[in-house]
Nanobody, 123 residues
């Protein structure tokens, strides 16, 4: 069992930066792939970035590549999303989620979810 709590969302102007954090409970954290997913109003929940259990492998959606960076600290049971050069289209609720290794490619495969944190980017 893994419990996830996100923090760091808020309102920022276009071009600005935010850093999302996700704190995990449970000793199994380091065995899970972790993802940041987002859902904008009227849209499906999509994977923004994901990271392997060891942190050695990462994936980014094309829409955020070069702007967002996912990282994790297994000693602290935390995962982060650094978001730079934010655009209005990045506005969404951002979720931290955990999936078994090699299954994190689809939102439906994530087993544990945080409550979400709102990110709003104004023009």
């Amino acid at each position: 069992q893994v419990q996830l709590v996100e923090s760091g969302g808020g309102l920022v102007q276009a071009g600005g930066s935010l850093r999302l954090s996700c704190a995990a409970s449970g000793r199994a954290f380091s065995t899970y792939s972790m993802g940041w997913l987002r859902q904008a109003p009227g849209k499906e929940r999509d994977i923004v970035a994901r990271i392997s259990p060891s942190g050695s492998s990462t994936y980014y959606d094309d829409s955020v590549k070069g702007r967002f960076t996912i990282s994790r600290d297994n000693a602290e049971n935390k995962v982060y999303l650094q978001m730079n050069s934010l655009k209005t289209e990045d506005t969404a609720i951002y979720y931290c989620a955990a999936a078994r290794p090699h299954s994190a490619y689809s939102p439906s495969n994530y087993d544990y979810w945080g409550q979400g944190t709102q990110v709003t980017v104004s023009s």
